[in-house]
Structures are given as C-alpha cells and as structure tokens.
T-cell receptor, first 114, second 113 residues
C-alpha cells in the first residue's frame, strides 16, 4: 500500500511565477491536510480538504494561495506570484476519515524561490 | 491560545542514555498528542501518541508521559541509539473543527556513539 505521494519533490521558481504542488493521499483516504515548514521551524497548518470541499483554510495566506481536492486526481496547492518568503517545505498528510487520530505525511515538496 | 511550546531546541545524548524532550500547551481543547520523528529531507513519521485520559504510554524504547493538570507532556527515549538522531516534533490536535495538528518548534536530537 503506497504511502502519501507528493510531487515534485523539489521545485524552483523565480519570483512572480506560479507553483503547483500535488499530493496523492494514501489509498482509501479522503481527507487531506497541507502544512508548511519554514527552515528550522515546526510545521504550520495551512488547509484541510475533503473530496471537492475545503473544510478549514484558516492557515492559508489570504492572497496568492489556493488549494483544491477534486473528485478525481490529486490535491493541488497552488501559489501564484511566488515571493522569496514562500520558500519552504510543503507537506501533505492524509487520513481515512474524520475523527481518526493519525495523519500520515508525505515526503514533502521543497520550494525554492529565486 | 493554540500553541505548543517544545524544549530543548537541540539535545545531545550519549549512546545508551535517556533522551527527554518536553512540550507544554495552554489550550484545553486539545484531545490527542502525537510525537513525530523527522529525518533530513523526509516527511514526519508518527512515532507514538497519547490521549489525555492516560498518564503514560510506552512503545518499545519510547515513552510518553502526560501531565494533564500541568498541561505538559514529554517523550523519553530509553537506550538512545545513533539511529535515533533526528528532529522530533510534539503536536496537539484540536477537538473541534478541522482537527488540525498544532506542532511544537522541534528538537534536534543527536546521539553520540
């Protein structure tokens, strides 16, 4: 059973470009969480999605950031007009259903903005 | 206050020794407290977790001690090994809403051979 998959693993963008990060949850999991980790810091919650629904986006910056989890396909975290401060590791986690304890994390996407 | 404070920031322990990492929280709306282990370039992996209705949980060399009244919990790694060298994060999950995890700042643990 494959774990949470994220791609790309490394992404380099120039300021002003768009970044698209993809997350495929574990098989059978319908809940996806996105977290951001700045260098030498803990993970910060960004958004929680279920299939076709955003449940909680309280950790998402108000501008330039968006997330989706369509009925078919991976979850996408989209960052428009990236700035140097967006450079971080972005982790996706999944769980099978609401109320379950464990969130399983993917390997992350390291975004570098030049 | 949705914060989890973790200490120390870094820790060096001799092989065979006991590693202790501490976390504290203020929000009583947390209902689940996991510890994650992260190696460089990898995602966090669940190590062990506890609910506030128990005071201790042990899995192999790893033990969580939980003090509900003090709002503190700690990770103890017995007989620490060089392979335990990693960054450890405590976390807490909110009961209501999205059940998102709130993470501590992390502890970089180094086990010297």
């Amino acid at each position: 059973n494959a774990g949470v998959m994220q791609n790309p693993r490394h992404l380099v963008r120039r300021r002003g470009q768009e970044a698209r990060l993809r997350c495929s949850p574990m098989k059978g999991h319908s809940h996806v969480y996105w977290y951001r980790q700045l260098p030498e810091e803990g993970l910060k919650f960004m958004v929680y999605l279920q299939k076709e629904n955003i449940i909680d986006e309280s950790g998402m910056p108000k501008e330039r950031f968006s997330a989706e989890f369509p009925k078919e396909g991976p979850s996408i975290l989209r960052i428009q007009q990236v700035v140097r401060g967006d450079s971080a590791a972005y982790f996706c986690a999944s769980s099978p259903r609401e109320g379950t304890d464990t969130q399983y994390f993917g390997p992350g996407t390291r975004l570098t903005v030049l | 206050q949705q914060q989890v404070k973790q200490s120390p920031q870094s820790l060096i322990v001799q092989k065979g020794g006991i590693s202790i990492i501490n976390c504290a929280y203020e929000n009583t709306a947390f209902d689940y407290f996991p510890w994650y282990q992260q190696f460089p370039g990898k995602g966090p992996a669940l190590l062990i977790a506890i609910r506030p209705d128990v005071s201790e949980k042990k899995e192999g060399r790893f033990t969580i001690s939980f003090n509900k009244s003090a709002k503190q919990f700690s990770l103890h790694i017995m007989d620490s090994q060089p392979g335990d060298s990693a960054t450890y994060f405590c976390a807490a999950r909110l009961i209501q809403g999205a059940q998102k995890l709130v993470f501590g700042q992390g502890t970089r643990l180094t086990i010297n051979p």
